[in-house]
């Protein structure tokens, strides 16, 4: 079998951008780990960095239409090499290089300096005799197969089909898996992948490697990618995808991504109208929706459904140790709640006392030297208020020197690389807005602030997924949550009650969650009112809420 994306023809017709992610999905299919594009400013000559056997490789990618590369390609890349400190270097080609360019490499092998070359031969050869699928060091966890099988058995039934699965729990795999078992049976089979984001969008494609073979194509489809083909697996953008869709192009299965972005109207409700023929499933961790339309009213009741609390009581999402930090309630609001009813916004605005952004940086400090290896994300009110709290902390600690911010504002290339920063731990602390919220994965967050942040269940769910993932020395995640709204601790308090009840069947996991206020007092208060404040987590600032007396505590 070929590797139908290092055919000629392929490289020729991808460009430059082509080339360099043909040769990102052939390492892993060779076996290489920590694989990344580095490419663009200050990338010091290289293309891509990667590991294998423990060894350091960067490579050098030179796209050339027709005619060969020149001699520039060798010098860059010996100069990657020095800088990254490779124990391999490759120049990548698909064509050949000049007779020049290869007087250079051989006088380079001459004073040891050891510079491989891939040209368009090679590479075809490679593609010829690599493993059909990506090596993966893992198998499908038990809810991962059922998951699948779920899916595909509402797909045969009903022509669609819904996944829950919390963040960490792998919704990405089980989906890569029901698009490669089709493939599998029907190798002609046109998939469309969804997503309401560029950068997800990317990330999907290339999380999809590890689920299909070689000789199946993905297409990425966005406003600046526009494949000459549209066969195999296309991942688009809902905007991308609808124009496509307008044009002709029909497939025979669609998966979208983050499906809580799924209205009654607009642009997915469209999509999905017009292709009325394809089965269809959606994936997602947080299935609420601010404007309260039922998803399963597009994709049916969930065909397998495990949520946050499941995950952790089996073991396979992080223990928690959660501390609500509520020091700041006005004790004098306390005494009238009971005989005035406010809304949720003016309660939050009466009841809680914000905490200054010095003394958070204090509590910070503590948990960071409790917790081994800390890498922490801390969630703020605003972007002002994440650059604030970046130069706060890098001046407040030398753990924190290299503190950042991470949010929308920012250039992607800058956040590709600062998040790469933080998966090497060159950066220890990012704080951000929403970045976080959907399609990053950092296995090794061990901690996580969570500060003055407006209340949503979705966006809790998520940003608290975050730091959720399994890591190998990670024993529970850290999280401080400084409260500034009375859902918040509905949300925390009802996890810990979920967590209790599901723990109780789990007795063996070496790490058991803990969810405490750091006032006790207080604790017992909000929990005594929110017993008895229905579907509180999930009002909106306009409800109003009267409490009960809370006997024994005033």
Known sequence: MSAVFLTAAELRDGGPGGLTKALERTLWHLGFQDVRIIDGAHDYGADLLAVRAREQWVFQCKWKAHGTADRAGVDDLERARTH?????????????????????????????????????????????????????????????????????????????????????????????????????????????????????????????????????????????????????????????????????????????????HVAETGRFAELLDLCGTAGWFGVTATPWRGDKFDITARFGHPSFKMGIAEGMAAGYLSAVDYKLYADGVDWDTVQGISRHGYSIKDLNRRLFLPQRDEEIVEHLRVAWRETAEPRAIVFCQTIEHAEHMASLLAISDPAWANASYLHSGLPKRHRDILLNEFRLGRVPVITCVDVFNEGVDVPDVNLIAFLRVTHSRRIFVQQLGRGLRLSPGKKALKVLDFVTDIRRAAAVLNLRRTLEAEETEHLELPHVSRIEFQDETVGSLMDMWIRDAADLETAADEVRLQFPLPKGIL
Do not use: C, F
Request: hydrophobic share 45%; charged share 20%.
């Open 84 to 260: 990254y400190r490779a124990d391999k270097a490759v120049l990548v080609t698909n064509t050949d290089i000049t007779a020049s360019a290869e007087a250079r490499r051989q006088a380079l092998a001459g004073i040891g300096v050891d510079i491989a070359l891939w040209h368009g031969a090679t590479l075809d050869a490679i593609g010829q005799r690599m493993p059909d699928h990506v090596p993966v060091p893992y198998s499908l966890r038990p809810y991962q197969e059922q998951a699948v099988d779920a899916i595909e058995r509402a797909l045969d039934a009903e022509g669609t089909a819904l996944l829950v699965l919390a963040t960490g729990l792998g919704k990405t795999v089980v989906g890569g898996e029901v698009i490669g078992n089709l493939v599998a049976s029907r190798p002609d089979a046109r998939v469309l992948v969804v997503a309401h984001m560029r950068d997800l969008v990317g990330q999907l494609e290339k999380a999809l490697w590890r689920h299909l073979p070689k000789n199946v194509p993905t297409r990425l489809l966005t406003g600046e990618s526009k494949p000459r083909a549209l066969d195999g697996v296309v991942v688009a953008t809902v905007e991308s995808a609808l124009s496509a869709v307008r044009a002709g192009y029909a497939p025979d299965l669609i998966m979208i991504d983050e499906t809580h």
